[in-house]
């Protein structure tokens, strides 16, 4: 029995009840919306873009993915900015249920524009109140292309998906904008950045096998509708409406006339078609009517009709292009759709409603005013064409009679030429044939005497081999007897020679015994120094928490004196803990190693080329100067938004802040401002000093690069780039720049401004790019979660494979240099460290082998630092720690607890004796490497104490006496 119910032909499938056919977009959309990646379903109307959404909205639900599908035109269109965007978040919020009161939140930032109101709810309500990955669905976007205020809407949406470069958090967030326009008109607005982001995700047409279930509602035998669906799809081609559309008409006719559906032909399908599409009930049908408006009314351009009518045409392929907007359009509109890179009118149904008539009454007047001008001289010009093809086949036939002739005489003359020659040869032949006798008969001459010749020597060979056979005997019985002779010498000497080997190998046996005993010792005893010295630190530690903090300090003191003595048998990680435990003891009594005084977060920290100043960077829009022992020294204001990096000159005497205000500032160490730097339209995301410290690059989400000197002159800007740029970086010898972007590649141009190469492979966002010390790699680290090795002349050399989640950072040995011959100490000397997202930092050699997994944050590893001898790896993580590895022993040796927030970069002093960390705590901590410094500090604390307090031991009273004093 047929069943028309099953056929959808307005709204959802989930509203109506229908079938859901499942096509390759099923899979796709919930892929990429599982990765939590933004996507765009921009197709035309009434291709299932609705009840796709519903259904992988439902399937995320099930795997406990949260989902939210906001239809625009509900927001309506006669509504101001305020109510639209206000509209939006009760959209959310009816979903979501938050607890917040979105009301009241609204009115409480109406300082704040409504699209930065958007941005700031997503992340300190939706995100905070919402557990786990959120993925939105934004239905009916082309509703909002006749208000002049949603820019502002989709630029927010593309900074949600670029802020995830600074707030992990955004990353549980994505986007899935589903409707009837193309990216490039969803920001209207020229002078800005166009909507950018996202993957498309394609809508198909049915193939039959996809369509199949369909046959199940014509209530005929499996057979019988196979073959009527079939030749609905050759009318549809598995248009999603025009199938379901002809298919309800198809059961509609057969409730009338149930004889007729049961033995329905080909001709019969044909009538319905035309009864149900073509004539007056084209005017009717909403599909049509929006084909129909999509290619006049709404046509941006004239030449929409005059492309669609040569693809229509069919006698020369019309091959798509993205970037016209015409072509785009009638991709858009459903008429045609792409093939193999060329477009075809989409089915038989629209090929006859929109025919050549139609095209010619809808073309612009000027082409039918020219075709009804032409009409009268039509026959003229027929006739004309008729005499023209007359008189040329006249002489045509005159001109192949007269080669014909022509082509007689040419063979004729030909032959007799030929006969000539083959005379010519036989004479040549004849006389070559005597020339050749006479040679062999002198030959044969020759070849008699060489013969004659050859037989003396014969006979004087045969004489010489029996003088020499009888030579060669009396040699051998010689031999033989020196050979008998030398036997027994040889006998004598093994035999000695055995002898002495025994006697070396019980030598080597006992000095093997005496080594083995000996490292034995020393293996115990270099146990038992750290042992004790394990326990001298545990002790010192326990008497500080007991608030003992003199006799803690004295404790620490004779701790870092035996270190120092016992340097070479304390193992790395025994040693590490001991600094660490004096540092403790010693800040805790006298000294704060806690650098604090920013009013926000510190987003980066640098060291001075002569590492006496520490300059630290903050959201709190300053950068400020310390000195190693934590004393601020100045303060650098000026800048009106979150300083994100700052870096010194070569020289250490000029400071380079990089800063959300779109701006880079020079200042000195006095605090003076030297130089604003302006010139970018958007946040300064990196900036970097040549080697030489002649030239500042700074990097930008403007997806530009500027070269300035040190007057603040603008020297160059470096342009190619799609997206943001996130990091710049010079060369060591200073004549390359290397730029990292979130349009996935890296760039390197030269002082000048020319691009020298565009180094592409990344799938994602590249975070980080860096250059090895001897400048010939280059390593960029991606969201795509692999770091690529590349060489100058952009030919990719490595893909670094394993990070299971995003790559933050990449950081190359001080000693990588690959024109050195390796040996075997170089397995840990030339390698690479990166850091990313999944809590690991890996180490791999310039061949692309993984040689080591660091593993011990509990959260992701935000930044990684060398220290200047290459034997140890800093790493800043957001589980609010530093640890400190040993690269050779491959051990965690500390981990760096005194932060109370996420760590977000760490760096090395370039006499590598201090680390300073920098914290969403607002501070940065100097951790205190050096145990010289450590224990003179200690000492100028303690002693007079020690030389004049009559309860000293005699020996304690001495502990200081050759310790100096303190930087």
């Excluded at 979105?102 to 557990?131: C, D, M, N, P």
């Excluded at 949406?157 to 193309?182: C, D, H, K, Q, W």
């Excluded at 060591?732 to 730029?739: E, H, N, Y």
């Excluded at 004796?913 to 901590?925: G, M, P």
Aim: a neutral charge; charged letters at 25%.
């Amino acid at each position: 029995m047929a069943n028309p119910s099953i056929y959808t032909v307005g709204g959802t499938v989930q509203a109506g009840g229908g079938i859901y056919i499942p096509r390759q977009a099923d899979e796709e959309l919930l892929g990429l919306c599982r990765s939590a990646t933004f996507a765009y379903v921009l197709t035309p109307r009434q291709m299932g873009k609705s009840s796709l959404m519903v259904r992988t909205s439902e399937r995320l639900r099930d795997e406990g993915i949260r989902s939210v599908i906001v239809d625009l035109q509900e927001l309506g269109a006669n509504v101001t900015a305020e109510q639209w965007y206000f509209g939006f978040l009760v959209k959310l919020e009816d979903q979501l249920m938050f607890d917040t009161d979105v009301v009241s939140w609204w009115q409480e930032h109406e300082h704040l524009g409504v699209s930065q109101r958007l941005t700031q709810f997503f992340e300190k309500v939706l995100l905070a109140e919402v557990e786990g990955q959120v993925v939105i669905f934004v239905d009916e976007i082309d509703s909002t292309l006749s208000l002049d205020f949603t820019d502002d809407f989709f630029i927010a949406i593309r900074y949600l998906y670029v802020a995830r470069a600074t707030n992990p958090e955004f990353g549980r967030l994505s986007f899935v904008l589903m409707g009837v326009a193309t990216p490039g008109d969803l920001i209207s607005d020229a002078k800005r950045t166009p909507f950018n982001i996202g993957q498309r995700v394609d809508l198909t047409d049915f193939t039959l096998e996809e369509a199949l279930p369909f046959a199940e509602g014509l209530g005929l035998p499996s057979d019988e509708a196979n073959q009527i669906l079939r030749q609905v799809l050759k009318w549809t081609a598995g248009h999603p409406y025009l199938t379901q559309r002809l298919c309800g008409a198809l059961v509609a006719q057969g409730i009338v006339e149930t004889r007729f559906i049961a033995s329905l032909e080909n001709r019969d399908v044909d009538k319905i078609v035309t009864s149900t599409f073509f004539g007056a009930m084209s005017e009717q049908d909403n599909n049509l009517q929006f084909v129909r408006d999509m290619l006049t009314k709404r046509s941006p351009d004239p030449e929409v009709l005059t492309i669609y009518r040569e693809i229509r045409w069919g006698k020369r392929a019309v091959v798509d292009e993205e970037q016209s907007l015409a072509k785009s359009h009638l991709k858009l509109s459903g008429v045609v759709r792409r093939e193999n890179n060329v477009l075809q009118v989409r089915n038989q149904i629209y090929r006859q409603v929109f025919d050549y008539k139609w095209i010619n009454k809808h073309l612009p007047f000027n082409w039918r005013d020219r075709w009804e001008r032409l009409k009268p001289a039509l026959p003229y010009v027929a006739a004309l064409v008729l005499f023209s093809i007359l008189m040329t086949g006249v002489a045509v036939y005159v001109n192949d009679q007269r080669l014909i002739v022509q082509d007689a005489r040419d063979r004729e003359e030909q032959q007799r030429l030929e006969a000539e020659a083959q005379r010519n040869e036989a004479k040549r032949q004849a006389r070559n044939a005597r020339t050749q006798q006479k040679k062999a008969e002198e030959q044969s001459r020759e070849a008699q005497k060489q013969k004659r010749i050859a037989n003396h020597e014969s006979e004087r060979a045969k004489k010489g081999e029996e003088q020499a056979k009888s030579a060669q005997q009396l040699a051998e019985e010689r031999g033989t007897e020196l050979a008998n002779a030398l036997d027994k010498t040889k006998t004598a000497e093994q035999l000695a020679k055995d002898r002495q080997v025994d006697a070396e190998k019980q030598r080597d046996f006992a000095k093997v015994k005496e080594q083995e005993a000996t490292t034995a010792k020393a293996d115990a005893d270099k146990r038992r120094i750290n042992a004790e010295i394990l326990a001298d630190s545990l002790k010192s530690q326990n008497l500080l928490a007991s608030n003992l903090e003199l006799d803690a300090l004295l404790a620490g003191l004779k701790l870092g004196k035996r270190l120092k003595t016992l340097n070479k048998n304390v193992e790395p990680k025994t040693g590490v803990l001991a600094v660490d435990t004096l540092q403790k003891v010693i800040y805790g009594v006298k000294e704060r190693n806690r650098l604090e005084g920013h009013s926000s977060l510190v987003l980066g920290v640098a060291f001075s080329p002569d590492g006496q100043t520490i300059a630290s960077a903050s959201s709190d829009k300053t950068v400020k100067l310390w000195n190693r022992n934590g004393q601020l020294l100045q303060t650098l204001q000026g800048h009106s938004s979150s300083v994100w990096g700052v870096a010194f000159s070569p020289d250490g005497k000029t400071i380079a802040s990089a800063s959300f205000d779109k701006t880079v500032k020079l200042g000195n160490l006095n605090g003076q401002l030297l130089q604003t730097l302006q010139g970018h339209s958007d946040s300064v995301n990196s900036v970097a000093f040549s080697p030489d410290g002649q030239t500042i690059a700074s990097a930008s989400s403007d997806k530009t690069v500027k070269l300035w000197n040190l007057n603040g002159q603008l020297l160059q800007t470096l342009q190619g780039h799609s997206d943001s740029v996130n990091s710049v970086a010079f060369s060591p010898d200073g004549q390359t720049i290397a730029s990292a972007s979130s349009d996935k590649t890296v760039k390197l141009w030269n002082l000048n401004g020319q691009l020298l190469q565009t180094l592409q492979g990344h799938s994602n966002s590249v975070n980080s790019v860096a250059f090895s010390p001897d400048g010939k790699t280059i390593a960029s680290a991606s969201f795509d979660k692999t770091v690529k090795l590349w060489n100058l002349n952009g030919q990719l050399l490595q893909t670094l494979q394993g990070h299971s989640d995003s790559v933050n950072s990449v950081a190359f040995s001080p000693n990588f240099n690959l024109e050195e011959k390796p040996n075997d100490n170089d397995k840990f000397n030339k390698i690479i460290a990166s850091a990313s997202y999944d809590n690991t930092i890996k180490l791999w050699n310039p061949q692309g082998q993984l040689l080591q997994t660091l593993q011990g944050h509990s959260n992701s590893v935000r930044g990684v630092a060398f220290s200047p001898d290459g034997k140890t790896i800093a790493s800043a993580s957001f589980d609010k720690t530093v640890k400190l590895w040993n690269i050779n022993e491959q051990l965690l040796l500390q981990t760096l607890r005194d932060h109370s927030d996420s760590v977000w970069g760490v760096v090395f002093s370039p006499d590598g004796q201090i680390i300073a960390s920098a914290s969403r705590d607002k501070t940065v901590i100097l951790w205190n490497l050096n145990l010289d410094d450590l224990m003179a500090k200690g000492c100028a604390w303690v002693r007079d104490y020690l030389q004049n307090n009559p309860n000293v031991n005699e020996s304690d009273k001495h502990l200081c006496d050759d310790i100096g004093i303190s930087r």
